[in-house]
């Protein structure tokens, strides 16, 4: 636990630091190395520098720091010269100096130091306590690129508590108050990809921050998993105990920012110089000016703060997963933190990737020091899915209390903040303040890097006629296509049925392709401008899950769409984004080779079939006893009918082994081709149509298009014998026949009546021939062009 003194006035003079005009420490052949910061304050806090005096394309250049008490957040220099330096808190009443030194790696000559100094208490900022209990840290700043909800992200002190306390009115308001209080929470958040996981943390702290924040929380995620960010999904989950609260009266402040001249405003000395000189300054030195301040105070104002004690815990799991990743997060988060007692469930065994045991996995602010430490020791220890001990937890966590003993052992685990561009009443200069926090997402300690990802963004156009669908009422037109950039599958658009959204026709919904497969978790509905606003829509089995988007109305359409790394958005989120040029869209069509005719397609909730029944023989049989192949399907008036429950033929199989067969993922045994329907997904279709299927009839909303053919063979529809081999019930009835498994010789049929009845009957390969749909999930893999 660090150890509190009380502040003292100290007289310090110590002459050094590194500056523009005062390079620091130059080896004599070396480099004359120059940075933008002299001294830094006694808190524990992270602080951002830029190093001046390496040769450009000289090669590259480590660095490191000469202190136990400091660490850079990378040990290579960045093209821009920007460092990270960490520093612990100095309990000391002296400053104390650390050293960075920077070299290049093929030529030690290459080298220079630069010194940095860190204040003892004494010297501290005005009304300051090297104690963050002392003032809850309300009024300092908040740098929102740094870690989430966490006091190592305080910058520099913005207000004057003082002078601000000496503008209480009783009568109209008290600007700072204190409140003792008892509260837990859990939260847990789950995202299919870092940068969406960066931008809802930030989106927490403030929502009219939209930029891609919290960078060394998201660090974390490459600590704990050996695999590229691009090959997993990854959650975030946090229990807090509050025991005590501080806030200034956010309305106070924006008042007093309008209405007080601005050396009446309670500022810190050192705030109030640099805030006047961005006033008074233009061009290119208010854009210097801009960057002091952000560096120095960060981008956002502390109005509130909560002390306790939180534990967190960041997974990441297998991309195989998609609409479950909510709730497999969830479930793991609950059995690491305490909240649930149970055993992981397959699909989460299967699933998770990160270690718990890696150091990035879990972290602990507050409480006893030492159940504090034993806690940790004891998480170091564990296999991938294990769970904290809950004894070790709940003692940690009951150690968090409020009293004048135990206050030290508190830490500051939560937040409100105000963005600091609000502090200026010039909309202009708030508005380049904020343009500049945009910019700050690209610089190198700030950026999430793109070479794990090894894929484009990309600013989608929803006026392009070509995702327009036409002739659909005819039963030869697809309903799905595919948009290809560079000629790699990177859309799937459908016009299909979604009952949740309209229940009286269909609706054109957007997926991504990624790595070829299309991802059911990340729909999008554009709007229709007709009371249906914007949505999400995600599928698993036959459930269909649509969650609104709140930003906009029931009037009101998507015009672009953003795909980010394999994920798709209807903002950017702060992404740079191109617009695509080499664009190819066609119709999603399945053609077996060396066939002269192709078959559109259809999605209906979770899956994807044939339009229409298949015309052409793919030889469905079996062999003889003297090993001649003898086949089990005619061709009927152009309609294949078939013993679905025998096998094909090799000479049909082999050309088509990458577009039909039982080919499945390694994870949950999903079909990746083209196959005959079994009976789990009739299952769904039932269950996504809430068992209303005259839904699949011609005309009907989801395009299926029942054809009534009937069926061809010898028996009835209860395996009585008739005598004659002859197509029966042909427009009277229609048959779609599903297997029980992938081998099964046995199934059933779903059997619909023009009248819009149906029942099911059990069928099996001694009995007839049924024409055949094809039919698909979403893990078939779409190969580039």
């Not at 008042?255 to 001249?261: Q, R």
């Not at 059995?335 to 718990?356: E, F, P, Q």
């Not at 094909?648 to 994870?667: D, K, M, R, V, W």
């Amino acid at each position: 636990m660090r150890k509190i003194f009380s502040s003292l006035v100290i007289l310090t003079v110590l002459l050094g630091g590194c500056t523009k005009d005062d390079p620091l420490l130059p080896n004599e052949e070396g480099l004359q190395l120059t940075c933008n910061l002299k001294e830094v304050e006694p808190g524990a806090r992270y602080h951002t520098l830029r190093v001046d005096g390496v040769p450009a394309e000289t090669g590259t250049y480590i660095t490191k720091v000469n202190a136990a008490w400091a660490r850079l957040e990378r040990d290579t220099l960045a093209e821009d010269g920007i460092m990270e330096l960490w520093v612990e808190e100095n309990t000391d009443v002296r400053r104390r100096s650390l050293q960075v030194t920077v070299s290049n790696v093929n030529d030690p000559f290459q080298s220079g130091t630069i010194e940095i100094f860190q204040k003892g208490l004494g010297e501290s900022d005005e009304n300051t306590s090297g104690d963050p209990l002392s003032d809850f840290r309300i009024g300092w700043g908040m740098n929102a690129y740094d870690e989430y909800q966490s006091s190592n992200s305080i910058r520099g002190r913005v207000f004057d508590l003082n002078a601000l306390a000496a503008l209480d009115k009783e009568d109209e308001f008290q600007s700072v108050q204190e409140i003792i209080r008892a509260q837990s929470d859990f939260m847990n958040v789950s995202a299919t990809s870092e940068r969406e996981m960066s931008a809802l943390l930030t989106s927490r702290q403030d929502k009219s921050s939209n930029f891609l924040g919290v960078k060394k929380t998201m660090r974390r995620y490459s600590q704990v998993s050996k695999n590229m960010s691009s090959q997993q999904y990854c959650s975030y989950a946090r229990i807090t105990k509050v025991v005590a609260s501080r806030s200034i009266d956010a309305g106070t402040i924006q008042y007093i920012v309008e209405k007080m001249p601005v050396t009446q405003i309670p500022f810190t000395s050192r705030f109030r110089e640099v805030y006047e000189k961005i006033k008074n300054t233009n061009g290119a030195n208010r854009d210097q000016q801009i960057t002091t301040m952000l560096n120095e105070f960060g981008t956002h104002v502390v109005i509130e703060a909560y002390a306790g004690g939180m534990i967190d815990y960041i997974g990441t799991f297998s991309r195989t997963q998609t609409s479950q990743l909510e709730s497999i997060a969830e479930e793991q988060s609950k059995r690491v933190l305490g909240i649930a007692n149970s055993s992981a469930s397959n699909t989460l065994k299967n699933s998770l990737i990160s270690d718990i045991s890696q150091g990035a996995s879990v972290e602990i602010k507050g409480g006893d020091p030492i159940l504090r430490n034993n806690l940790i020791q004891g998480i170091s220890k564990l296999d991938r899915l294990d769970v904290i001990p809950n004894k070790q937890l709940q003692e940690w966590f009951s150690s968090i209390v409020y009293t004048g003993s135990n206050k030290k052992e508190l830490d500051l685990v939560d937040f409100k903040v105000m963005p600091i561009w609000q502090l200026f009443a010039d909309k202009t200069i708030s508005q380049q303040i904020l343009m500049q926090v945009l910019k700050m997402q690209e610089q190198s300690n700030n950026k999430i890097p793109d070479q794990e990802l090894g894929m484009d963004n990309y600013s989608i156009s929803l006026q392009d006629s070509r995702f327009s669908f036409s002739n659909t009422d005819k039963s030869n037109t697809s309903l799905v296509k595919i948009y290809y950039v560079n000629n790699v599958p990177v859309l799937e658009i459908c016009e299909e049925y979604v009952p949740k959204i309209r229940s009286d026709q269909r609706i054109q919904v957007f997926y991504p392709i990624y790595l070829g497969k299309t991802n059911h978790s990340q729909g999008l509905f554009p709007g229709d401008g007709e009371g249906n606003r914007p949505a999400s829509i995600a599928f698993y089995e036959g459930d269909c899950y649509v969650t609104p988007i709140e930003e906009y109305g029931t009037s009101q359409k998507l015009s672009n769409i953003y795909y980010i790394h394999g994920n798709l958005y209807e903002k950017d989120y702060g992404n740079a984004c191109a617009v695509p040029k080499n664009t190819t869209v066609q119709d999603h069509r399945l053609q077996f080779s060396e066939w002269d005719v192709s078959y559109p397609v259809v999605k209906i909730g979770p899956g994807y079939w044939t339009r229409t029944y298949i015309t052409r023989k793919m030889q469905f049989g079996v062999k003889g006893a003297g090993g001649r192949f003898m086949t089990k399907e005619e061709v009927v008036d152009g309609i294949l009918f078939a013993d679905i429950y025998q096998t094909n033929s090799t000479g049909f199989l082999f050309p088509n082994e990458e577009i039909f067969g039982q080919h499945t993922e390694a994870y949950y045994g999903k079909q990746t081709l083209w196959y005959l329907p079994l009976t789990r997904d009739r299952k769904h279709l039932i269950e996504y149509l809430g068992g209303n299927m005259k839904t699949l009839f011609k005309g009907q909303m989801t395009g299926f298009d029942a054809q009534f053919e009937g069926y061809y063979g010898s028996y009835d529809e209860s395996g009585n014998d008739l005598g004659k081999t002859t197509r029966r019930e042909n427009g009277k009835k229609c048959y779609v026949a599903f297997k029980d498994g992938t081998t099964s010789s046995s199934g059933v049929a779903m059997v619909l009546t023009p009248d819009y009845t149906w029942k099911s009957i059990v069928t099996s390969a001694a009995f007839n021939y049924y024409p055949v749909r094809l039919f698909r999930t979403s893990c078939y893999i779409h190969d580039n062009l």
